[in-house]
């Protein structure tokens, strides 16, 4: 196999189920969209039908506001099919302002130990994924 | 959790080869393993009611060696699994659902010879929201809570090096292990990384069979060890307790 037919290898893409398909209609504007329980208040992440924390079926979405910390990460030099280009790169779980963990990309920044401190602040942008859009997360640019 | 009545691991063995086996097939060496574990505790696939594995499906294995179970345990969780089957099938003799379980792993993990995909279920959880961030098998996943984990705890790159630094000690007396030489702290520090902070030498392989006889009443567990004297070089394991605990 040459190098230009691996490097077209597309990194995986996501298929929606009927529990998640709002998720994903909200990523192709552009926007995060968590559920909240309204029995409880739980805020969850991934997206389902009902609360894991009070089993109530009585939740809603809304849309989050896209800021995140660091929670941890890995650097991985090992590339997953579709990433070849991109290793090392670092997988990250992030914290959401609302309260949730996702996983998750850091763009905008080369992905060294040194670039990426853990509860440094992110904020959300989308990638293109074949007809998905994934929320990848940017460090956010301090105004001094 | 104790489980209170004697179960005894009377048989042990591994696959006549190890490393790197291009000519056999995942499911036969479960089945070369299984047969050489019932031959280390003198017993035969007869004796056997009970199979538990993982990676593949324990009916597979079983019909794979002739064996129609009465007690099956498909229990799949990664690594750890064939330990949940060892605490399963002491809490299952207990009981008196089974006499003899046969648990076996199988992993044509280099060669990939009748094993299963990797590739998982685009629409499942991981398919949706993990498989997209380039997260495939463990060296993507398993490191994942290590940073948060040194950070809050203070534990350094250098005490996380000592772990394969121990093994490989270990490791050395073990004819079979595929690494033996002794290690340093600096040498697992200069070796490349795999997944940071993890290098290339924090890693591990395993290739196990091993049976459980069940002795929970005096009749029993004469005869349990009536097998153990019988056979030359017994496992001669007590299953005395197992736990699990949730870190995420």
């Keep these: 196999m040459s190098i230009s037919s691996e490097s077209k290898t597309a990194k995986p893409s996501p298929k929606p189920t009927p529990e998640t398909s709002h998720y994903w209609e909200g990523t192709a504007h552009g926007e995060l969209c968590l559920q909240r329980c309204s029995s409880c208040a739980n805020v969850f992440f991934y ?45 990250a779980v992030v914290e959401l302002e609302e309260g949730p963990r996702m996983m998750t990309n850091i763009v905008g920044v080369a992905n060294t130990p040194e670039n990426l401190e853990l509860d440094m602040e992110l904020e959300v942008v989308f990638e293109q994924r074949g007809d998905f859009a994934v929320p990848v997360f940017r460090p956010v640019v301090v105004a001094s | 959790m104790t489980i209170r009545a004697e179960t005894v691991i009377v048989g042990a063995a591994e696959t006549t080869r190890i490393g790197i086996v291009p000519d056999m097939s995942a499911l036969e060496m479960h089945a070369e393993a299984a047969v050489l574990a019932l031959a280390d505790a003198g017993l035969s696939i007869s004796d056997v009611d009970g199979v538990a594995s993982a990676g593949l499906l324990p009916i597979a294995v079983a019909d794979r060696l ?17 330990l949940l089957h060892v605490r399963h099938a002491a809490a299952a003799l207990a009981a008196g659902l089974v006499n003899v379980v046969l ?129 030359r070089s017994p496992a001669n394991l007590r299953a005395r307790g197992s736990g699990l605990r949730r870190t995420w």
């Design chain 2, 103 to 231: 648990i076996t792993h199988g992993e044509s993990g280099r060669s990939r010879i009748g094993a299963p995909p990797r590739i998982g279920d685009p629409s499942s959880p991981q398919g949706q929201f993990e498989s997209p961030y380039g997260v495939i098998g463990p060296a993507t996943g398993f490191p994942m809570g290590l940073l948060r984990y040194m950070r809050e705890t203070g534990l350094t790159h250098e005490e996380l090096a000592s772990i394969p630094v121990a093994q490989r000690r270990w490791a050395a007396d073990v004819p079979r292990a595929m690494f033996r030489d002794p290690l340093t702290i600096d040498e697992v520090l200069a070796s490349r990384f795999v997944s940071y902070p993890l290098h290339q030498f924090a890693r591990v392989s395993t290739l196990v069979g091993c049976r459980l006889r069940r002795g929970s009443d005096s009749s029993r567990r004469r005869e349990a060890f009536d097998d153990l004297r019988r056979v």
């Design chain 2, 66 to 82: 002739g064996i129609s179970p009465t007690y099956l345990d498909g229990t799949s969780v990664g690594g750890c699994s064939f």
């Design chain 1, 47 to 91: 997206p389902r039908a009902s609360c894991p924390r009070c089993s109530s079926f009585d939740v809603e979405w809304f849309v989050a506001s896209g800021r995140a910390r660091l929670h941890t990460y890995l650097i991985s030099h090992y590339a997953a099919p579709g990433f070849a280009d991109d290793a090392p790169y670092a997988i």
